[in-house]
């Protein structure tokens, strides 16, 4: 099966630039998951949606982030005006279902940096 | 808040040396643990994981790992170590918090 699709894969900006990540998941995962990973860290939770709606957030910085799912399938995360601290991989997951017991997959990631 | 923490930030091994990544999580209720894998150049993938039942579990390419309750940790071990585990190796709590990874470099 086709695994998580992410791009771009790199992405080099300006601070205070805006810039967009898309991820297409898994078909027929309803859980898809947007992580941040700061080098030298593990990956930061930033975003659950469960079909088109969103479990969780709340490491979501909604100053500047946003996310969305319309159609429940695939998403676009958004940094708006990006900051030097934004640089990091971000990481798109998709698993059948939102508890804790169904494996995540994972996509390559989006490697940002932000100059 | 769950937290995770990571006993080595980079472990070199050689050949045929036995491994064991220390891990150990904060929160004290019912956990399901796991162990990810990030080999060079690839996405992270699953390695094991415990939800209940026996606390030594088996993962992939002959790793386990122990949950040992009263101290709070899911240690990962490895008997013989190869060159082809040199990777980055994250322990994760419910799933959703991560520790910050140990970097394995195997020596062959």
């Known amino acids: 099966e086709a695994g998580v699709a992410q791009s771009p894969r790199y992405k080099i900006i300006e601070k205070r630039q805006s810039v967009a990540f898309w991820c297409n998941p898994i078909?027929?995962?309803?859980?898809l998951y947007w992580y941040q990973q700061i080098l030298g860290q593990g990956p930061k939770l930033l975003i659950q949606?469960?079909?088109?709606?969103?479990?969780?957030d709340s490491q979501l910085p909604k100053d500047r982030f946003s996310a969305e799912r319309l159609k429940g399938v695939d998403s676009t995360l958004k940094i708006q005006p990006a900051k030097l601290e934004d640089s990091a991989v971000y990481l798109c997951?998709?698993?059948?279902?939102?508890?804790?017991?169904?494996?995540?997959?994972f996509g390559p990631g989006t490697r940002l940096t932000v100059t | 808040a769950q937290s995770v923490s990571q006993h080595n930030h980079h472990v070199i091994l050689s050949e045929a040396a036995s491994l064991e990544l220390g891990c150990n999580y904060s929160?004290?209720?019912?956990?399901?643990l796991f162990w990810y894998v990030q080999y060079p150049g690839q996405h992270l993938q699953l390695l094991l994981k415990y939800f209940s039942g026996d606390p030594l579990v088996k993962g992939i390419k002959g790793f386990e790992a122990e949950f040992i309750k009263s101290k709070f940790s899911f240690n990962l071990r490895k008997p013989s170590v190869q060159w082809s585990d040199t990777a980055e190796y994250f322990c994760a709590v419910g799933n959703f918090v991560f520790g910050p990874g140990t970097r394995l470099s195997v020596l062959p």
């Open positions: 997951a998709s698993s059948l279902g939102w508890d804790t017991t169904y494996e995540q997959y």
């Open positions: 078909s027929g995962h309803a859980t």
């Open positions: 929160y004290g209720g019912t956990v399901n």
């Open positions: 949606f469960q079909n088109n709606g969103v479990v969780d």
